[in-house]
């Protein structure tokens, strides 16, 4: 449906609906994550926590998401 | 008789377990289990947030970064690229510096790709990264991550989750005897008398998980690998008696019954 990958990014490998030009921090809240235990990637690139609030995720954008989990 | 501290890349800790958190039950089990092994410092791993699961509980709710030094691995990665990745993202959490580079390379042993372990472990040391490799345990491969500025060397034991036990004690001696920063022992603990050899043998630290996650009772395997691990500490500073091929009597031979 090109309709909905029009305004959708991937999000950790799959197609995700989000609005154009939608803050990183919205995206975030929305996810229900905090900041202090996740880490971001838009487009290979890391976002630095500082940045957070003046990133903006735009429709096609790779994002990575990513926490902790059990492991040795 | 005061041991002198446990030190990794500037930070300073007591106990010398270091513990791993997957495969338990539950967060609840990991918490308690972490608990009872005494351990500071608590390995992770690095994974894609569950998108369709929001309400799923954060393991950093359960293992408090305030109280335990958090040491990220690069578990699942096969490329030096991706483990550069990986920690590069872990950093980003804010956990500090600290970090557990693994890059496998091969499914069936998990047995470490030495190259590319090497290759990751310049580049993260360059950025700035506080690097604690897990390597096979080869004296010349674990000098020259030494030489690379990595802050301890982490040679396996054996097979990861393989609970093996020590292999190859003689090689872990002669890297014990070269190395100037901590070597820990990592991977192939099975139970608390292989924990004890690795410290005996003069080893700075032992690293587990399947050991005490995967016992029937985890948390009191957790407590006896604390046990372990100080016991080993101790006989190895206390150090042992020469081996002999005869006996040496305890008591005196001379004063005997008529």
């Known amino acids: 449906m090109p309709g909905s990958i029009a305004t959708s990014i991937i999000l950790n490998g799959d197609p995700y609906p989000l609005g154009s030009d939608t803050p990183l921090t919205a995206l975030l809240e929305r996810l229900n994550m905090r900041r202090g235990r996740v880490a971001v990637e838009i487009n290979r690139e890391i976002v630095p926590k500082a940045n957070y609030d003046a990133t903006v995720v735009r429709v096609g954008d790779h994002v990575e998401i990513i926490n902790f989990v059990g492991g040795g | ?258």
């Open chain 2, 1 to 258: 008789m005061q041991d002198t501290p446990f030190e990794l890349g500037g930070l300073k800790f007591k106990s010398r377990l270091i513990v791993g958190t997957g495969k338990y039950r539950d967060f609840a089990e990991t918490k308690a289990a972490v608990e009872e092994s005494g351990a500071e410092i608590v390995t992770v791993a690095v994974r894609r947030v569950n998108i369709t699961d929001r309400g799923k509980e954060n393991l950093l709710d359960y293992v408090d970064p305030r109280r335990y030094q958090i040491l990220p691995n690069t578990a699942g990665c096969f490329t030096a690229e991706e483990a550069i990745r990986t920690c590069r993202l872990a950093r980003e959490v804010g956990v500090g510096d600290l970090v557990k580079l693994e890059v496998i390379g091969d499914k069936q042993t998990l047995f470490p790709d030495v190259a590319a372990t090497l290759e990751a472990a310049r580049v993260l040391v360059k950025e700035g990264f506080k690097v604690m490799p897990y390597v096979t345990d080869d004296p010349v491969t674990c000098l020259r991550l030494q030489e690379l500025g990595c802050v301890a060397v982490m040679p396996l034991a054996a097979p990861i989750g393989s609970g093996l036990g020590i292999r190859n004690p003689f090689n872990l001696a002669i890297i014990i005897e070269q190395a100037k920063v901590p070597v820990i022992v990592d991977a192939g603990v099975g139970t608390a008398s292989d924990a004890a050899e690795a410290m005996e043998l003069g080893c700075d630290g032992v690293l587990m998980n399947t050991a005490i996650a995967g016992a029937r009772d985890p948390i009191a395997m957790a407590r006896a690998m604390k046990l372990a691990v100080e016991a080993g500490r101790l006989a190895y500073r206390a150090g042992r008696i020469e081996r002999r091929l005869y006996a040496t009597a305890s008591s005196p031979l001379t004063g005997l019954i008529g």
